[in-house]
């Protein structure tokens, strides 16, 4: 690059030293130690060659924040000439606002300047990623891992091209390195098992697979792959438990990536700031997440979504004061949406201020007369400030304006059991499951109805429905838990022992946390004498709950029958110290016995 630039050079025959004398002492210094004339190329011949700049697009539509940040990187190449660290911040602005050529253009100069530096290249194939341009992609990612070997991000996204374009011994290759760079990486871990499952080599993709989920158990892809496999080995209850462990986990999120990070801070696309911010509050990263919708609002006070997506972030946070004000300042903008509208109006029947819930309703109608959801909203305030019939009209009112909406159906039903209407109530809640199945509110009310009333055939109808929709929640987890529970306390009351571990065993297939049908099993293998079979459900009933004194009586009993005697007296010890806190003489008074008969 240093040959293009017409610079006068000494006369024939004249010293360097005097061609040099002009320079400041610290440059000349830099010079004569090697380093200057690299400095002086990636400055001065590096402007001098970019005649490719680009110039300011049109920024119609676009944040005002946005228009700053570009003139005052454009302004920063024309003051310094163009060099690499100028260069890069105006390249990031456009790379993270989708400004594909102007990015490019940035990109393509730096590597001309910096042909060593891997940024650019990687800068340059995720460009081509965002245009669909798979050989430029893969061009570029060729030219990263060979720049800079050691960057593992890299290695991931040319595994996954190379897996998603067939050509799995190289996508292989790819996946090894990565997990060479990162030990225990789980989308490596995850990369190999699919290649060994694709090539036919099921037991190693399935070893691959469980040794992955062994070092990461939290990674939510690997469970779900993994209960694939033992879905096709026939392993329904494994599989069911794999996934619900993948739900547990949260949503997949994409590998850490410093040199994409680096693009982000200049991102002034609201748009792009919910999908991130959204991404990390569901992946439990809510601290960036809520972060995001802060600067979308900073970025864009005129854009409601980003107000409208930072009072969700608070409310669901917990925080419905916080979520209040910052919904209000939303709705005050023009382009207000009937959903901020709505987050306004939940926050403040979670701050028990139902005639604020009410205002907001009406200045929603205000706007939008045709809404269903602010008549809903209209009578949840109202139900909340104890005004039935008028809530009760809100409703029916609400149910004409959307009459597939469930919502206002489930509200309906829910107030007429306050009112003592039963069967008015769970008519509506039935209504409200035909049109939306599995609508928690319904489904969970007339569950927990059919289980009080001992109809274990129709709390069936719900809860199993419910489950099977929404297996990580927690709600229906615990009503699986319960029915499965009482199922097998029908069992026991009518003598039939292999209903009752039957129903156990089917319950903790699907929730094999919960405590109850861990102590349940427990308690009734031991009472059946199959004590190796007791011991694991009672040890895991006991960790997940040890303040039941039913479970630690019959562990303690269990560690006395097989010479644990110090476990023993360890378990019955803190069921005696809780009974006395609870003046329970009858527990405390068998567990005297029990302790007494230890050697």
């Known amino acids: 690059m240093a040959k293009k630039v017409n610079r006068p050079g000494?006369?024939?025959?004249?010293?360097?030293?005097?061609?040099?004398?002009?320079?400041?002492?610290?440059?000349?210094?830099?010079?004569?130690?090697?380093?200057?004339?690299?400095?002086?190329?990636?400055?001065?011949?590096g402007a001098a060659a970019w005649v490719d700049r680009p110039a300011l697009p049109d920024l119609a539509g676009r944040p005002d924040e946005l228009g700053r940040l570009l003139r005052e990187a454009q302004a920063r190449v024309e003051a310094d000439g163009g060099t690499a660290a100028s260069v890069a911040a105006l390249g990031r602005i456009y790379h993270a606002n989708s400004f594909l050529a102007e990015?490019?253009?940035?990109?393509?100069?730096?590597?001309?300047?910096?042909?060593?530096?891997?940024?650019?290249?990687?800068?340059?194939?995720?460009?081509?990623?965002?245009?669909?341009d798979e050989v430029a992609l893969l061009a570029g990612l060729e030219e990263t891992v060979r720049l800079a070997p050691d960057y593992a991000p890299a290695w991931l996204e040319l595994a996954e091209l190379e897996f998603k374009a067939g050509r799995l011994d190289r996508a292989e290759q790819a996946y090894r390195t990565r997990a060479r760079l990162v030990p225990g990486d789980p989308y490596a871990g995850l990369g190999l098992a699919r290649v060994a499952l694709q090539q036919d080599r099921r037991a190693e993709g399935k070893r691959l697979i469980e040794e992955t989920i062994r070092l990461a158990p939290d990674f939510p892809s690997s469970r779900n792959f993994y209960a694939e496999i033992l879905a096709q080995e026939g392993d329904a209850a494994g599989a069911a438990d794999q996934r619900w462990l993948g739900t547990v986990a949260g949503r997949f999120r994409a590998a850490a990536d410093p040199w994409k990070d680096e693009l982000r801070p200049g991102c002034c696309d609201v748009d792009q700031l919910v999908v991130w911010g959204?991404?990390?509050?569901?992946?439990?990263?809510?601290?960036?997440?809520?972060?995001?919708?802060?600067?979308?609002?900073?970025?864009?006070p005129q854009n409601p979504q980003g107000f409208e997506n930072l009072g969700m972030f608070l409310l669901e946070a917990g925080e419905p004061a916080r979520a209040a004000a910052v919904l209000e300042q939303g709705s005050a903008l023009p382009r207000a949406t009937e959903l901020l509208f709505s987050y306004l109006g939940d926050a403040y029947l979670a701050l028990r201020q139902p005639e604020k819930a009410l205002a907001t309703a009406e200045r929603g109608l205000g706007r939008m007369p045709d809404s269903g959801r602010f008549h809903n909203l209209r009578g949840l305030a109202l139900a909340a400030s104890?005004?039935?019939?008028?809530?009760?009209?809100?409703?029916?009112?609400?149910?004409?304006?959307?009459?597939?909406?469930?919502?206002?159906?489930?509200n309906q039903g829910l107030l007429l059991l306050r009112l003592g209407r039963r069967d008015e109530g769970v008519a509506s809640l039935k209504q409200a499951l035909e049109l939306q199945p599995g609508l928690a509110?319904?489904?969970?009310?007339?569950?927990?109805?059919?289980?009080?009333?001992?109809?274990?055939?129709?709390?069936?109808?719900?809860?199993?429905?419910?489950?099977?929709?929404?297996?990580?929640?927690?709600?229906?987890?615990?009503?699986?838990?319960?029915?499965?529970?009482?199922?097998?306390?029908?069992?026991?009351?009518?003598?039939?022992p292999a209903g009752v571990e039957q129903a156990c065993r089917a319950g903790l297939a699907a929730?094999?946390?919960?405590?109850?049908?861990?102590?349940?099993?427990?308690?009734?293998?031991?009472?059946?004498?199959?004590?190796?079979?007791?011991?694991?459900?009672?040890?895991?009933?006991?960790?997940?709950?040890?303040?039941?004194?039913?479970?630690?009586?019959a562990l303690g009993e269990a560690y006395a029958?097989?010479?644990?005697?110090?476990?023993?007296?360890?378990?019955?010890?803190?069921?005696?110290?809780?009974?006395?806190?609870?003046?329970?003489?009858?527990?405390?008074?068998?567990?005297?016995?029990?302790?007494?008969?230890?050697?």
């Not at 005004?387 to 909406?405: C, N």
């Not at 476990?567 to 007494?596: H, K, T």
């Open 10 to 45: 000494p006369a024939g025959g004249a010293k360097p030293a005097a061609t040099l004398r002009w320079l400041p002492g610290a440059l000349l210094a830099a010079l004569l130690l090697g380093g200057g004339m690299a400095y002086w190329g990636s400055r001065s011949a």
């Open 103 to 132: 990015a490019g253009r940035c990109w393509t100069f730096l590597r001309t300047l910096e042909p060593a530096e891997a940024r650019w290249a990687y800068y340059l194939a995720d460009l081509a990623r965002m245009r669909a």
């Open 278 to 300: 959204a991404i990390d509050l569901q992946t439990k990263f809510g601290d960036r997440g809520r972060a995001y919708f802060e600067r979308a609002v900073q970025i864009d």
């Open 386 to 410: 104890e005004r039935s019939d008028e809530a009760l009209a809100a409703y029916r009112e609400a149910m004409a304006r959307a009459p597939g909406s469930a919502e206002p159906v489930a």
């Open 441 to 496: 509110k319904a489904a969970t009310m007339l569950a927990y109805l059919a289980l009080e009333a001992g109809n274990l055939p129709a709390a069936a109808t719900y809860v199993l429905p419910y489950y099977r929709q929404f297996p990580g929640l927690a709600n229906a987890r615990s009503l699986m838990a319960r029915y499965h529970l009482l199922t097998a306390l029908e069992a026991a009351r009518r003598g039939d």
């Open 511 to 553: 929730v094999p946390e919960s405590p109850e049908l861990n102590g349940f099993l427990g308690v009734h293998l031991l009472q059946l004498g199959r004590l190796d079979e007791a011991l694991p459900a009672l040890e895991k009933s006991y960790q997940l709950q040890a303040t039941d004194p039913r479970v630690a009586l």
């Open 561 to 599: 029958r097989i010479n644990r005697t110090s476990d023993a007296r360890r378990i019955l010890e803190a069921v005696a110290a809780e009974a006395r806190r609870r003046n329970d003489a009858a527990v405390g008074g068998r567990v005297q016995a029990m302790l007494d008969r230890l050697p």
